[in-house]
């Protein structure tokens, strides 16, 4: 945690200040009753990491709600994603929400993974399962993973895709350890007649965020979860 006080100029990080030192901020900049109308000020906070504390306060005076990925992407927290990783982040979200998942028009903290992070969970549900999420790194660059199980049922489809996908199940790195009971070994399956037993955190990456490779990422998330491609 940073020691230094907050000021206007301060940017909203996860780990940077307690979030009760961000609430203070809020409180004397728009109100205590407007900051504690907001159900969960822990994860609403982060859902503006990267914004300044004063823009944030901004956005509450003037009411400035982003209603598409493309209005979010326009913030200046995203200035420093390049237009072609914009343009795929874009058309990502849209697949997304055809396959029936959605980011509420969120972009949030990435934790300790990136700086930012965009978490697609099952429209209209209340637990909303995650299948996929985004990640922005503090320099621009993105990825994306699936959360995909049973992974040894697809695996004929998996070891004749192309490289940039099947490279998401051959990567080296990113082994179980064991060290959580509770991720059951990881995800255990076998590609080209070699067992992988990976750390669920590490699986599954796809690096080549390209436009023209998205109907094949997709094409590979229908045989986990199917659904009807919108015409």
Not at 202 to 222: E, I, K, N, R
Request: glycine letters at 6%.
């Amino acid at each position: 945690m940073s020691k230094e006080l907050i000021s206007p100029a301060t940017e909203i990080s996860w780990g940077n200040h307690p979030v009760n030192e961000y609430r203070k901020y809020l409180y004397d900049a728009v109100g205590k009753d407007i900051i504690d109308s907001k159900p969960d000020l822990y994860k609403w906070i982060y859902y503006h990491t990267g914004k300044t504390i004063s823009e944030v306060a901004d956005d509450i005076l003037k009411n400035h709600a982003p209603t598409t990925m493309a209005e979010l992407l326009a913030e200046r927290r995203c200035e420093h994603i390049s237009e072609s990783d914009k343009a795929f982040i874009v058309a990502f979200d849209k697949a997304m929400n055809d396959a029936g998942y959605d980011c509420e028009n969120i972009i949030t903290s990435g934790l300790t993974w990136s700086h930012m992070m965009i978490v697609y969970g099952k429209t209209g549900t209340k637990s909303r399962p995650v299948a996929a999420r985004l990640y922005i790194h503090s320099n621009g660059e993105i990825y994306f993973r699936f959360f995909l199980n049973k992974v040894d049922k697809h695996m004929a489809y998996i070891e004749s895709a192309p490289s940039h996908i099947k490279s998401a199940f051959t990567f080296e790195g990113g082994n179980c350890t064991s060290c959580n009971a509770s991720c059951k070994h990881g995800k255990v399956y076998t590609i080209d007649g070699q067992q992988m037993q990976k750390c669920s955190h590490s699986t599954f990456p796809f690096y080549h965020t390209t436009v023209d490779a998205l109907p094949g990422y997709m094409a590979l998330f229908a045989k986990f979860f199917p659904y009807k491609v919108k015409v």
